[in-house]
């Protein structure tokens, strides 16, 4: 098959593109390198198979082209990370939102399926768990830039199922919860390749908030085969699937597995909110899916043990990895 991949020199979208092209699929990726690197292609770039188109989504005429030509969309790109969003609030909403609009209207027009990538930051401050898709949002102020992010991937849900039950347009959105694995950067507020850099070069480990907070980390080879069977599997047309493993770990405890396997001599230091972000910034104390529906759905769900993750990533850091500023 013709996939078309937005967002596919990525973290996740690269990993994303060298599955399709194990499957033998023709890959095209439109990507900004926004906040990517090119070299994260690098393994794949002499492969007649991968096309790579350096470009915005939001541009129509290429959108329009790009996925009349494919047999399949998955919808990646987006502007990513706490931090980047925090930054410039208008790009991410406009990318976020008006992305995933061109995409899908394109689509509609020309009759392909999208998968669009979604997340788990789309429950706002519900942090009760585990947390199922039909779960109620708690959003934050819609004045309060922090909220921007997870108002537009919500809205692309709406969007991608609005397009399922008024055009019949097959389409999935998939909740990334807290991916992990090389090729992620810490530049944009990512939690664990900000942690394994500050531990190899033995700086402290910067902990924002208590530390109490928990988080489920996945890596990225589980939630690329969980995307991909959603893919090939008839039943899971129209629907919101979490995608996610649903193993607790507080963000202290994080630091302290990080520090232990890089044979660290960093220590933990705590950074208040106020400090890390600019004013007004909330976090959830839980994040954790529920994972019975995809479990159900495509007969398995992610289960790579977080050391195993780590370690990886550990293996690879900082060569796969843009550095942390
Ligand atoms: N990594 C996670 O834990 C996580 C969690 C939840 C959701 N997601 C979602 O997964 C998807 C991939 O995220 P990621 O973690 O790989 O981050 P990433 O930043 O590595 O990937 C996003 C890609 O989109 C590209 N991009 C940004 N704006 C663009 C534009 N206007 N046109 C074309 N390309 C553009 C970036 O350059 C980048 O390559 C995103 O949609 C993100 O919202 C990720």
């Given at each position: 098959m013709k996939v078309l991949v937005?967002?596919?020199?990525?973290?996740?979208?690269?990993?994303?593109?060298?599955?399709l092209?194990?499957?033998g699929h023709d890959v095209h990726?439109?990507?900004?390198?926004?906040?990517?690197?090119?070299?994260?292609?690098?393994?794949?770039?002499?492969?007649?198979r991968l096309r790579?188109?350096?470009?915005?989504?939001?541009?129509?005429?290429?959108?329009?082209?790009a996925v009349s030509e494919a047999d399949l969309v998955y919808?990646?790109?987006?502007?990513?990370?706490?931090?980047?969003?925090?930054?410039?609030?208008?790009?991410?909403?406009?990318?976020?939102?008006?992305?995933?609009?061109?995409?899908?209207?394109?689509?509609?027009?020309h009759?392909k399926?999208?998968?669009?990538?979604?997340?788990?930051?789309?429950?706002?401050?519900?942090?009760?768990?585990?947390?199922?898709?039909?779960?109620?949002?708690?959003?934050?102020?819609?004045?309060?830039?922090?909220?921007?992010?997870?108002?537009?991937?919500?809205?692309?849900?709406?969007?991608?199922?609005?397009?399922?039950?008024?055009?019949?347009?097959?389409?999935?959105?998939?909740?990334?919860?807290?991916?992990?694995?090389?090729?992620?950067?810490?530049?944009?507020?990512?939690?664990?390749?900000?942690?394994?850099?500050?531990?190899?070069?033995?700086?402290?480990?910067?902990?924002?908030?208590?530390?109490?907070?928990?988080?489920?980390?996945?890596?990225?080879?589980?939630?690329?085969?969980?995307?991909?069977?959603?893919?090939?599997?008839?039943?899971?047309?129209?629907?919101?699937?979490?995608?996610?493993?649903?193993?607790?770990?507080?963000?202290?405890?994080?630091?302290?597995?990080?520090?232990?396997?890089?044979?660290?001599?960093?220590?933990?230091?705590?950074?208040?909110?106020?400090?890390?972000?600019?004013?007004?910034?909330?976090?959830?104390?839980?994040?954790?899916?529920?994972?019975?529906?995809?479990?159900?759905?495509?007969?398995?769900?992610?289960?790579?043990?977080?050391?195993?993750?780590?370690?990886?990533?550990?293996?690879?850091?900082?060569?796969?990895?843009?550095?942390?500023?």
């Open positions: 937005t967002g596919g020199a990525g973290f996740i979208g690269s990993h994303l593109v060298e599955g092209l194990a499957r990726i439109i990507d900004s390198l926004t906040t990517s690197v090119r070299t994260n292609l690098a393994h794949h770039e002499s492969n007649p790579v188109t350096i470009d915005s989504v939001l541009n129509e005429p290429l959108m329009d082209a919808h990646l790109a987006a502007a990513v990370g706490v931090k980047w969003v925090l930054e410039h609030p208008l790009k991410s909403l406009q990318t976020n939102l008006r992305g995933t609009d061109l995409v899908l209207t394109a689509a509609d027009k009759r399926p999208v998968r669009v990538a979604s997340t788990s930051e789309v429950y706002g401050k519900n942090d009760s768990g585990p947390l199922r898709e039909d779960d109620d949002r708690i959003m934050g102020s819609s004045q309060l830039s922090r909220w921007f992010y997870a108002i537009a991937k919500s809205a692309d849900e709406a969007l991608a199922a609005a397009y399922w039950q008024e055009r019949n347009l097959p389409t999935i959105a998939v909740r990334f919860f807290n991916t992990i694995g090389p090729r992620q950067t810490g530049r944009y507020g990512m939690v664990v390749p900000r942690f394994i850099g500050q531990a190899l070069r033995n700086e402290p480990i910067t902990v924002y908030g208590d530390g109490q907070q928990t988080r489920c980390f996945t890596y990225v080879g589980d939630v690329v085969k969980s995307v991909i069977a959603l893919t090939e599997t008839d039943a899971a047309w129209g629907d919101v699937y979490n995608v996610g493993r649903n193993s607790e770990i507080s963000i202290t405890a994080l630091a302290q597995r990080v520090i232990e396997l890089t044979n660290s001599t960093s220590e933990i230091v705590y950074i208040p909110y106020s400090e890390a972000y600019s004013g007004g910034f909330e976090d959830m104390r839980r994040r954790v899916p529920d994972v019975s529906k995809l479990r159900a759905t495509i007969g398995y769900a992610p289960d790579t043990t977080l050391d195993d993750a780590l370690r990886q990533i550990i293996a690879v850091y900082p060569t796969s990895t843009a550095p942390v500023s």
